[in-house]
């Protein structure tokens, strides 16, 4: 069973150098300034923040489906200086096969510094100690080769090439899809 007390209080965690906390509206300029540049949108196949006003939704998404269980969206925040480097989510939450999907994105400006690498060990240990989930999924476009190469370093494996299942911008992009599970991470 999920441990549902997590939707109760908001599992804020903290790493070294990171504070991974709820969010609020007031991340909306930071997540505007994430989500339109290109060098992180390029192979996120989603829609840019053109707006603030496209960011407060998409914060105001995240709290709705943390309030129904769905979700958990984490801000990464560094602790020396309070900025916002990132976000972090869990979604697709499935109760029922204890598992969830991942998404992720990091100011290109802290890229290279192993900020996500560590965010990452927290969250996954969180997933499965404390929330008791099996397994996490991710599902990147095949030429993510950063997203690909942080997936492997933690663990995930290969497990499906779907070809041109994802229409996005008037085109069909192929995916993959990868899939951690606990030993897996045990193992690293
Ligand atoms: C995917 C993404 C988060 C990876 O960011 P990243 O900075 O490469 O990942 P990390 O934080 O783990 O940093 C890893 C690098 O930091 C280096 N590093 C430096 N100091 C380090 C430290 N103290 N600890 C660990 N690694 C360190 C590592 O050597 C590694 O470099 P390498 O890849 O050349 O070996 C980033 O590219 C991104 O935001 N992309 C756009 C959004 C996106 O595509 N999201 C995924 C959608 S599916």
Redesign the pocket.
């Known amino acids: 069973m999920i441990n549902e007390a997590h939707f109760t209080t908001f599992p804020l965690l903290k790493t070294e150098r990171l504070l991974l906390r709820a969010t609020t509206l007031e991340d909306a300029p930071a997540l505007q300034r994430i989500r339109t540049n290109p060098k992180?949108m390029e192979?996120?196949d989603t829609y840019y923040h053109d707006t603030l006003q496209v960011s407060k939704d998409f914060i105001n998404y995240n709290l709705d489906a943390y309030a129904n269980k769905k979700v958990i969206y984490w801000m990464l925040e560094k602790k020396a200086s309070g900025t916002t480097i990132?976000d972090f989510s869990f979604w697709k939450i499935d109760d029922k096969h204890h598992r969830a999907e991942i998404?992720?994105?990091?100011d290109p400006d802290f890229?290279?510094?192993?900020?996500?690498?560590?965010a990452m060990l927290r969250l996954f240990s969180f997933g499965f100690k404390d929330l008791n989930l099996h397994s996490f999924e991710?599902n990147?476009n095949p030429k993510?080769g950063?997203?690909k190469?942080?997936l492997l370093k933690l663990g995930f494996q290969k497990e499906a090439y779907f070809r041109e299942s994802f229409f996005y911008n008037g085109e069909y992009l192929d995916s993959e899809i990868y899939c951690l599970l606990e030993r897996d991470f045990n193992a690293i």
């Open positions: 992180v192979y996120m990132g998404g992720y994105t990091l890229w290279g510094n192993g900020y996500m690498k560590e991710a990147i993510n950063n997203s190469n942080i």
